[in-house]
């Protein structure tokens, strides 16, 4: 996996819920059906505006509520990943599982804005605004999450590594 991604930047701010993210009516919905209402209240119309390799950066509390497989849904629009000044701690565990980059960034929503681009690199731990020329340190994913991020999330980890028997179950959604 190449833990380095170079995409247009989205911002949003403090204590995002889950439910701000996928609504309770869409989650009756097909995936690509429900990921058509991320943030529909929060920033309407997004989703037609969100284009594959973009990337969503949030302030504090990101992911807060119930456990809903938010990731699923970005990664179906083709969000790149998920940078936050914090990122609640089920929230973030979800977003691995499902094969979605996710990297705590202290200070990022006072360092982008939206449309302007991002570098960064999950190994190593940090975000850059090439624009502004500023580099913000990170936490660096450990070796373990990095795998699960290359497998394409943990289902599809365990079904490489011989634990579950390979099915589409085990196949990323927008792999499949």
């Not at 999950?122 to 373990?144: H, I």
């Amino acid at each position: 996996m190449n833990t380095r991604l170079t995409g247009r930047v989205w911002v949003v701010g403090d204590s995002v819920t889950t439910d701000a993210m996928y609504p309770a009516f869409a989650m009756k919905l097909p995936v690509p059906e429900a990921a058509r209402h991320i943030f529909y209240e929060l920033r309407p119309g997004w989703t037609g505006q969100v284009a594959p390799g973009d990337i969503v950066v949030a302030g504090r509390n990101f992911g807060l509520g119930s456990s809903r497989p938010v990731a699923a849904l970005f990664r179906e629009l083709g969000v790149a990943a998920l940078v936050a000044e914090e990122f609640n701690s089920l929230f973030l565990r979800n977003c691995i599982n499902h094969g979605l980059p996710a990297l705590t960034v202290p200070g990022v929503t006072s360092a982008f804005t939206d449309g302007e681009t991002m570098c960064l690199d999950f190994a190593e731990g940090w975000a850059e605004n090439p624009e502004r020329g500023l580099r913000l340190p990170g936490s660096a994913l450990p070796p373990l999450v990095l795998d699960i991020l290359t497998a394409g999330g943990i289902l599809p980890k365990l079904a490489r590594e011989g634990y579950l028997p390979v099915s589409a179950e085990a196949i990323p959604l927008n792999r499949r």
